[in-house]
């Protein structure tokens, strides 16, 4: 089965760029999204089609996939981001999501 | 505003059955796949399987396949999750969320996440 691949942790001081990656085999092949989740609360998403933000979600997140490896970067961190971070993909008709990536901002 | 509301927190002993709900509104819940995604206690988001509404087409991780059903209700606008023998390794926040788009479009909005706690 496909497997996606993050860091457990990354951690990123307030107005410092954040980059999180998601690794699987020949990612950039496929569409990836990310969610935000933060504690108690449902995840939402930040980025669709590698690239894209829905409305309402601020210009510092952006991502981008080539290869094997796409990545969320929030660039100003603010300790607002501080939450969890999933990468998903489908592989063909099932949905894979990675492992989830805890950003700190300290 | 599109929006998903998902059943109230559950507690139940293990061998119990459960059927969990998540209803759609804002929007045409016949048009949008419905998946359900599990969260174990600590854990990652976890695919479950998906629904369309329309006709009732379900697809199941092979990981969930027999272990849960899923199922729509398009005249409630609603779909669910069921189990018919719960384990205490069924714990967890199940979610439920609307696939934006077709083929490979991304989940959005999630619904408020539904807590099951099975214990004897």
């Known amino acids: 089965s496909y497997e996606l691949t993050q860091p457990l942790s990354v951690s990123v001081s307030p107005g410092q760029t954040a980059s999180i990656t998601c690794s699987g085999d020949?990612?950039?092949?496929?569409?990836v999204c990310w969610y935000q989740q933060k504690p108690g609360q449902s995840p939402v998403l930040v980025i669709y089609?590698?690239?894209k933000r829905p409305s309402g979600i601020p210009e510092r997140f952006s991502g981008s996939n080539s290869g094997n490896t796409a990545t969320l970067t929030i660039s100003g961190t603010q300790a607002m981001d501080e939450a969890d971070y999933y990468c998903q993909a489908w592989d063909t008709t099932t949905v894979v999501f990675g492992g989830g990536t805890k950003l700190t901002v300290l | 505003e599109v929006q998903l509301v998902q059943s109230g927190a559950e507690v139940k002993k293990p061998g119990e059955s459960l059927k969990i709900s998540c209803k759609g509104s804002?929007?045409?819940?016949?048009?949008?796949?419905i998946a359900w995604v599990r969260q174990m206690p600590g854990k990652g988001l976890e695919w479950m399987g998906i629904i369309y509404p329309r006709d009732s087409d379900t697809r199941y991780s092979p990981s969930f396949q027999g272990q849960v059903t899923i199922s729509a209700d398009k005249s409630m606008s609603t779909a669910y999750l069921q189990w018919s023998s719960l384990k205490a390794s069924d714990t967890a926040i199940y979610y439920c969320a609307r696939q934006n788009g077709s083929g490979i479009s991304p989940f959005d909005p999630w619904g408020q996440g539904t807590q099951v706690t099975v214990a004897s």
């Open positions: 089609q590698d690239r």
């Open positions: 804002g929007y045409n819940f016949t048009s949008n796949w």
């Open positions: 020949k990612l950039g092949d496929k569409y």
